[in-house]
């Protein structure tokens, strides 16, 4: 891609077909805030747009077919469409699980793959996909982040939660909080801390200031409480100092969100799932969205699943999916505009 100052090209994908991805994604695509700052373009399916939009009472559907990004007009009010071909003939219903939904969200996240190693997407938006409805199709990989990370073979896919002007990471996730504990060691936080600083320079800032929430209560309370904070964790803050590395910490987890809010970090590694996540969807659950770095191009999803037990009936509300293709536009931007001044 050329090193100009243009406006990041945007696939959008439908998420499982079941769900409430095509009537959210349509309310995307009609955004005209999203057009202001993207060239965006949508990867699904003709029939479950079609379908979404008389749910919704659209009556002025103007639909662009593609078969290349390079086709797309990006204009509000016509919505650029580059179909997969998957499971064309698949009667899709509303809020269960199927096989062929399945396949056909898979491929859409597979197509934006494509075209972002190829340089011919900037960013990708994602809608919701539902992992018993992979499973079901036999797809090898859980979600979103491990689809992405497994085929762009990265090695470093970093998650980050964005609401507003909080930025958390997280140390670990998907595990029970004893084993979240057990994985608080200098070595992994360093190591953390090391790669949150190369992805937050790569799209533009200049010289991060991160702040790390202790594990324990009062940050264990010069041991009193749990010793984890002095035996790991402000070793590893000092280990990423010598580095260069503009870390602080660790803060009283009770009130380090708070300081991130206030600006005094540009974002927060929290130590484990909840702690970063009650955080950001207590402040504003309906614009907490889902960052991935570390890919080669951004990537952002919605903070929220398929539901099912509202697909189909035209209710389902896109702030959120609008919310996360609009932050992903920028960060895409200042990634650009970075590579534009270093010369990359």
Known sequence: MSKNTRKPIMAVTMGDPAGIGPE???????????????????????????????????????????????????????????????????????????????????????????????????????????KAALALAEVPHIGHTEIYQALTESDHALTMFNVHKLRVFFLSRHVSLRQACDLVTRERILDYLTTIDAE?????????????AALNPHVGEGGMFGTEEIEH????????????????????????????????????????????????????????VTITLGLPFMRSSVDHGTAFDIAGKGIAQGESMIEATRVAALYSQMQL????????
């Open 24 to 130: 959210i994604v349509l309310e995307t695509m009609q955004s005209e805030q999203i057009y202001d700052i993207c060239n965006p373009f949508l990867i699904g399916h003709r029939d479950s747009l079609e379908i979404a939009a008389k749910l919704r009472g659209v009556t002025d559907l103007n639909i662009n077919l593609i078969s290349e990004p390079e086709e797309a007009l990006f204009q509000h009010g016509t919505i650029d469409l580059l179909q997969t071909d998957v499971a064309n003939d698949a009667v899709i219903e509303f809020g269960t699980i199927q096989k062929d939904a399945a396949l056909r969200a898979y491929s859409y996240l597979v197509k934006s793959i494509e075209l972002g190693k190829q340089g011919r997407i900037d960013a990708v938006s994602t809608a919701p996909i539902n």
């Open 200 to 212: 937050l320079r790569g799209i533009g800032f200049e010289n991060p200031s991160i702040g790390v």
């Open 233 to 288: 964790i402000a070793p590893a803050v000092r280990d990423a100092q010598a580095q260069g590395i503009n870390a602080h910490g660790p803060d009283s987890a009770d009130a380090i969100f708070a300081f991130n809010l206030d600006g005094h970090y540009d974002c927060i590694p929290s130590l484990y799932h909840d702690q970063g996540h009650i955080a950001c969807k207590t402040y504003d659950f309906p614009n907490a």
């Open 337 to 344: 505009d970075h590579r534009e001044r270093v010369g990359a």
